[in-house]
T-cell receptor, first 119, second 114 residues
Framework: SAVISQKPSRDICQRGTSLTIQCQVD?????MFWYRQQPGQSLTLIAT?????????ESGFVIDKFPISRPNLTFSTLTVSNMSPEDSSIYLC????????????????FGPGTRLTVT | GEDVEQSLFLSVREGDSSVINCTYT??????LYWYKQEPGAGLQLLTY?????DMKQDQRLTVLLNKKDKHLSLRIADTQTGDSAIYFC??????????????FGKGTHLIIQP
């Protein structure tokens, strides 16, 4: 299992500024992900944070807007740059943990999320 | 791309069974999941089913999978007030279980009436 904490839990930011969200895991994990949940919408995968290499971004998301760091196996940051009201969302960090190696089943654990409001 | 659809709301009386439905489009889905999100909390994995299974039961939870119709359901027996939450259906289109990012539905808000 894995316990994930995120900082900050919520923030209200002004248009044009940037916010860095931290994700800390209580154990070493190989794969970490960042998701976004816009109001009334489902979760959308932003990127996979790879330790020791650049993050892998999903279609519609770019590094200049959402730079990600992954300095070690227990920590990652997501920066939301040059924010606009459309960036108001809950941002969730997620990690994979081996649960059943015989069936190659990973369980994905989620942090509590960071609620971002851009005014 | 992959798509996962759910009803947005379900209202049931306390003590009744709740059935939350989900449809998906990707026929190569290997694992299908149900997550629960309580207010102010992170997502919690409730249960999952491998695509070669039709049914999985875990205490009050029963998952049914109709792979032909690409339909997944979650039945909660004897629904309690503590079951009030948003339930997300999710699928992994890749082999190796949940080794990649999941595709989620929009979530079904389960409302419990006394």
């Amino acid at each position: 299992s894995a316990v994930i904490s995120q900082k900050p839990s919520r923030d209200i930011c002004q248009r044009g500024t940037s916010l860095t969200i931290q994700c800390q895991v209580d154990s070493q994990v190989t794969m970490m992900f960042w998701y976004r949940q816009q109001p009334g919408q489902s979760l959308t995968l932003i990127a996979t944070a790879n330790q020791g290499s650049e993050a892998t971004y999903e279609s519609g998301f770019v590094i200049d807007k959402f730079p990600i760091s992954r300095p070690n196996l227990t920590f990652s940051t997501l920066t939301v740059s040059n924010m606009s009201p459309e960036d108001s969302s809950i941002y969730l960090c997620s990690v994979l943990s081996w649960e059943d190696t015989s069936n190659l089943f990973y369980e994905q654990y989620f942090g509590p999320g960071t609620r971002l409001t851009v005014t | 791309g992959e798509d996962v659809e759910q009803s947005l709301f379900l209202s049931v009386r306390e003590g009744d069974s709740s059935v939350i439905n989900c449809t998906y489009t990707d026929s190569s889905s290997t694992y299908l999941y149900w997550y629960k999100q309580e207010p102010g909390a992170g997502l919690q994995l409730l249960t999952y089913i491998f695509s070669n299974m039709d049914m999985k039961q875990d205490q009050r939870l029963t998952v049914l999978l109709n792979k032909k119709d690409k339909h997944l359901s979650l039945r909660i027996a004897d629904t309690q007030t503590g079951d009030s939450a948003i339930y997300f259906c999710a699928e992994s289109p890749y082999s190796g279980g949940g080794a990649d990012g999941l595709t989620f539905g929009k979530g079904t808000h389960l409302i419990i009436q006394p």
